[in-house]
């Protein structure tokens, strides 16, 4: 049973742009909310992150929101850039052992 | 600083072979990660250890994944006898400590391609 669901799975933004990536959570015993961003051949990087007593974070162009009822948190990226291409993944923390859950993750491209 | 390293960073192996993958966590990071990530597929957790100890081991695969940590610093992640459906990047993470929000940080994988 997927505990975190992504979507879309795929997304192509012109320069300039907004991009959205939702994800949706089943388990309320989450307690932190981070969004990795991962290029080709690398690691996943933390990009920004959020506890459930939030409900927005700003870090430059990338946002978090987070709707604690509706179990749904969001990242957007403004202004999206060229650079911004890569796969990004929501995750959540709720494993007994600190573990994340992720989701599938979205493929971000931007055209310039 | 350094951060995480791996090694190999990648391995083909022929089915049935044993595997080896090495991670080298954060000087100082207590608690370290095992993720598995499947072509199109997002992280799957496979083992977390706490110093040497990896307190649940339920999140293996099967029972020819094992994984150790010795000096609370170096993991070997070991795949016995394996198959083509192990095929995936093999991820370490490590942390500072145990919960509290601290980042995972993650090493660059090790694509195994089992054939």
């Known amino acids: 049973q997927q505990q975190v669901k992504q979507s879309p799975q795929s997304l192509i933004v012109q320069k300039g742009g907004i991009s959205i990536i939702n994800c949706a959570y089943e388990n309320t015993a989450f307690d932190y909310f981070p969004w990795y961003q991962q290029f080709p051949g690398k690691g996943p990087a933390l990009l920004i992150a959020?506890?459930?007593?939030?409900s927005e974070k700003k870090e430059g162009r990338f946002t978090i929101s987070f709707n604690k009822s509706a179990k749904q948190f969001s990242l957007h990226i403004m202004d999206s850039q060229p650079g911004d291409s890569a796969t990004y993944f929501c995750a959540a923390r709720g494993g007994s052992q600190g573990n994340l859950i992720f989701g599938k993750g979205t493929k971000l491209s931007v055209k310039p | 600083g350094a951060g995480v390293s791996q090694s190999p960073s990648n391995k083909v192996t022929e089915k049935g072979k044993d595997v080896e993958l090495r991670c080298d966590p954060i000087?100082?990071?207590?608690?370290l990660y095992w993720y598995r990530q499947s072509l199109g597929q997002g992280l799957e957790f496979l083992i977390y250890?706490?110093?040497?100890?990896?307190?649940?081991k339920s999140g293996l695969p099967s029972d020819r994944f094992s994984a150790e940590r010795t000096g609370g610093s170096v993991s070997t992640l070991t795949i016995q006898r394996t198959q083509q459906e192990d095929s995936a990047v093999y991820l370490c993470?490590?942390?500072?400590?145990?919960?509290?929000?601290?980042?995972?940080?993650f090493g660059p994988g090790t694509r195994l391609t089992v054939l």
């Open positions: 959020i506890r459930p007593d939030v």
């Open positions: 250890f706490q110093g040497n100890s990896a307190p649940d």
């Open positions: 993470a490590s942390t500072p400590e145990l919960a509290n929000n601290n980042e995972q940080f």
């Open positions: 000087s100082g990071h207590t608690a």
